[in-house]
């Protein structure tokens, strides 16, 4: 069954870095647009980051803007999110997704066809 497999979080300092990863299996990231969003505790998910084959720009949530950061590793067929400078607001659960996503400065909007079953992202002293 294609999925997507994430790895990386845990408890983190305020101002400290983490990554999560996101692996792919039966198809590369080339065949889709590809997104992370998350989800803290009693609020709805929301995505920080979206890329779209259609539509441009590439999508960064303002809260996470010059901290987060979205990288590929194709040989691994893995990609990677990598935070930054974060903060007691950053805590949640973290989901890649790839689907069709359409973006515009302000918003991303669209369908994941395969999404990553979570990481927990921990940030507190």
């Known amino acids: 069954q294609t999925q997507l497999v994430e790895s990386g979080g845990g408890l983190v300092q305020p101002g400290g870095s983490l990554n999560v990863s996101c692996a792919a299996s039966d198809f590369t990231w080339d065949e889709y647009a590809i997104a992370w969003f998350r989800q803290a505790p009693g609020k709805d998910r929301e995505s920080i980051f979206c890329?779209?084959?259609?539509?441009?720009?590439?999508y960064y949530a303002d809260s996470v803007k010059g901290r987060f950061a979205v990288s590929r590793d194709d040989t691994k067929n893995t990609m990677y999110l990598i935070m930054n400078d974060l903060r007691p607001e950053d805590t949640a659960v973290y989901y890649c997704?790839?689907?069709?996503?359409?973006?515009?400065?302000?918003?991303?909007?669209?369908?994941?066809?395969?999404w990553g079953q979570g990481t927990q992202v921990t940030v507190s002293s």
């Open positions: 890329t779209s084959k259609t539509t441009e720009p590439t």
């Open positions: 997704a790839a689907g069709r996503f359409l973006t515009g400065n302000y918003y991303c909007a669209g369908q994941a066809n395969y």
